[in-house]
């Protein structure tokens, strides 16, 4: 049986971990099995810069720690290597660098499961969610799309001016010739 100090220390690592995925507006596990040092940090790097964490987990510890946030789905996935990335504020960076580390070709990194604002998601979600442009990117189609009617009618009013314009000076260069 552990002593006293061996168990404190693994609650304080589920209550860290429990309120890491409480916090979180996303993450996602991952078996990093066979993965090379230099592509793990060379991932690690990307998601420093990125605001994402990432650490690799004990399935007992995570699988107590998701209980308590009210991530039950999660016991089937917390078996073997088991890696987390997870971000506070942008729930799409942990699935982007992580897929886009597990796409390349020589990689062995394996996707196991995610979750967003406390929804769990599949392995196919998670790539479906790396795939999304970026909230910039999303907000710029939103506003194009918003202004694209105002830039039509403009150019239909401008238009019309313009004809005006022309016909108004042809009016006046036939005025002009009559009176000549």
Do not use: W
Not at 38 to 47: G, K, N, P, V
Not at 117 to 130: F, M
Request: aromatic share 4%; hydrophobic share 45%.
């Amino acid at each position: 049986m552990p002593n006293e100090k061996v168990l404190s220390e693994k609650q304080a690592i589920v209550d860290a971990l429990a309120e890491k995925l409480k916090n979180s507006s996303g993450g996602v596990f991952v078996d990093y099995t066979g993965t090379k040092v230099s592509a793990d940090t060379q991932m690690r790097q990307s998601m420093s810069k990125a605001g994402v964490e990432y650490a690799v987990i004990k399935n007992t510890l995570a699988r107590f720690a998701a209980n308590r946030v009210g991530y039950e789905a999660l016991d089937s996935f917390l078996n073997g290597p088991t890696a987390l990335a997870v971000s506070e504020t942008d729930p799409v960076a942990a699935a982007k660098i992580v897929c886009e580390y597990a796409d390349k070709k020589d990689s062995t990194l394996k996707i196991k499961v995610g979750f967003v604002d406390g929804k769990i998601i599949s392995a196919a979600e998670v790539k479906a969610l790396a795939e999304l442009p970026s909230r910039e990117v999303l907000i710029a189609q939103v506003l194009g799309t918003m202004i694209a009617p105002i830039t039509g009618l403009a150019t239909v009013l401008n238009a019309n001016i313009r004809g005006l314009a022309v016909a108004l000076s042809a009016i006046a260069e036939k005025k002009s010739e009559g009176a000549a």
